[in-house]
């Protein structure tokens, strides 16, 4: 099996890549196909992780940080059929069902139950998450983040009840 590592490399002629396998890959384009057709992920190139901006770097939410083109695709048609099934109106009309302030979380919970989902089945969370932004900028509601606990005056707790256990950030 040929081993198949694709890196970005700066050169005379400006942005290249090249595969261990002794390719030279001229733009990003001819390198996502060269992922692609090796079985690679075509967002991190194989890598397990993407840059965000220079020297920040996180696992690929492509390929949820495999690398491979296999996950990467399945990853994909969840969000896709997620997009499709948890609608704005779905949504929205979960919000107006409550009294005062909520969490993503209970509205992600209601479109999941609504649904007859099982955890995991779907990423509801970010797609309810990304809707509820959208109200939000057309402002039919406004979200906030509110610290559980304060410690002194230069710390907060946030509680995640699911897990009981405490998050402290300082300020």
């Known amino acids: ?96 069902r409550f009294d005062g302030p909520f969490r993503l979380s209970e509205i992600a919970d209601a479109v999941r139950d609504g649904l007859g989902l099982p955890p995991g089945r779907l990423p509801v969370g970010p797609r309810v998450r990304d809707l509820l932004l959208q109200l939000q900028a057309v402002g039919e509601i406004t979200m906030l983040s509110a610290p559980d606990e304060m410690v002194g005056t230069d710390m907060v707790i946030y509680r995640d009840p699911q897990w009981q256990r405490a998050h402290t950030l300082g300020l």
């Open 1 to 96: 099996m040929t081993n198949h590592v694709i890196s970005p490399q700066t050169g005379m002629l400006g942005d290249a890549y090249a595969c261990a396998c002794g390719a030279v890959l001229a733009e990003r384009m001819t390198a996502e196909v060269h992922a692609a057709d090796n079985g690679l992920c075509s967002v991190c190139l194989g890598s397990t992780e993407e840059d965000l901006a220079p020297g920040l770097r996180r696992p690929c939410s492509s390929c949820a940080g495999t690398g491979r083109r296999g996950e990467q695709v399945t990853w994909q048609l969840a969000h896709a059929e997620a997009e499709h099934l948890i609608t704005m109106t779905m949504v929205r009309g979960v919000v107006e």
